[in-house]
């Protein structure tokens, strides 16, 4: 049963567009949700987070979208650029101070940005 | 970048042998876990660990233990790997304070054949 799900296997865009990643998730239990950005052989990366408190959180290019009502997140990039190129997670968790920091990923989306 | 490495890298076994995969970290942070990667899974959680010898079970521990008996070592065991087990295995850290932003090691990758 896949609790966190990235209906999207990959997606391809134009450099200097927007990049528009989506996550759904079915447990109303999960209160805090990321994104994990993860190159070839190397091991993922943290991007952004956001609380299930907010429904926007920005950092630079990244800004990630939460509606809880459906569900659903989305990490926007703009502007894209080929360098942010790699396979995108989304993962959440919820189960406050005991959860030990346990995440349930998606099963990733592999942006290609196009020079 | 967080120091922590990951041994062997590759590795390749035969079904039904013991394998032990090391990650060890130089940060001193105290939650450690061991994830695996497989196509149209994404990474699942298998085991992990909040405190020297404080470990417990994640989604996927079937076939798997750990040990933690320091800070920086976390052990991960296929107790008789099989083909199934073959797959891209990632530790992760992290503190209490910041428990969801982890940082990831290298990776394994293991083929049981």
């Known amino acids: 049963d896949q609790q966190v799900k990235q209906n999207s296997p990959s997606l391809s865009v134009q450099e200097g567009r927007i990049s528009i990643l989506n996550c759904d998730y079915t447990?109303?239990?999960?209160?805090?949700f990321l994104w994990y950005k993860k190159y070839p052989a190397e091991g993922p990366t943290f991007l952004i987070s956001i609380s299930s408190i907010k429904d926007k959180n920005e950092d630079g290019r990244f800004t990630v979208f939460l509606n809880k009502s459906a569900k659903h997140l989305s990490l926007h990039i703009v502007p894209s650029q080929p360098g942010d190129s790699a396979v995108y997670f989304c993962?959440?968790?919820?189960?406050?101070?005991?959860?030990?920091?346990?995440?349930?990923f998606g099963q990733g989306t592999i942006l290609t940005v196009h020079p | 970048d967080a120091g922590i490495t990951q041994s062997p890298r590759h590795k390749v076994t035969e079904t039904g042998t013991p394998v032990t995969l090391r990650c060890h970290q130089t940060?001193?942070?105290?939650?450690m876990y061991w994830y695996r990667q497989d196509p149209g899974h994404g990474l699942r959680l298998i085991h992990y660990?909040?405190?020297?010898?404080?470990?417990d079970k994640g989604e996927v521990s079937d076939g798997y233990s750990v040990s933690r008996s320091k800070t920086e070592d976390f052990l991960l065991t296929l107790e008789s790997a099989t083909s199934s087990q073959t797959s891209v295995y990632f530790c992760?850290?992290?503190?209490?304070?910041?428990?969801?932003?982890?940082?990831f090691g290298p990776g394994t990758r293991l083929t049981v054949t």
């Open positions: 447990n109303s239990m999960f209160d805090y």
């Open positions: 940060e001193n942070h105290r939650y």
């Open positions: 660990s909040y405190g020297v010898k404080d470990t």
């Open positions: 993962a959440a968790s919820g189960g406050g101070g005991t959860s030990y920091g346990k995440l349930t």
């Open positions: 992760a850290i992290s503190t209490p304070d910041r428990k969801y932003e982890q940082y």
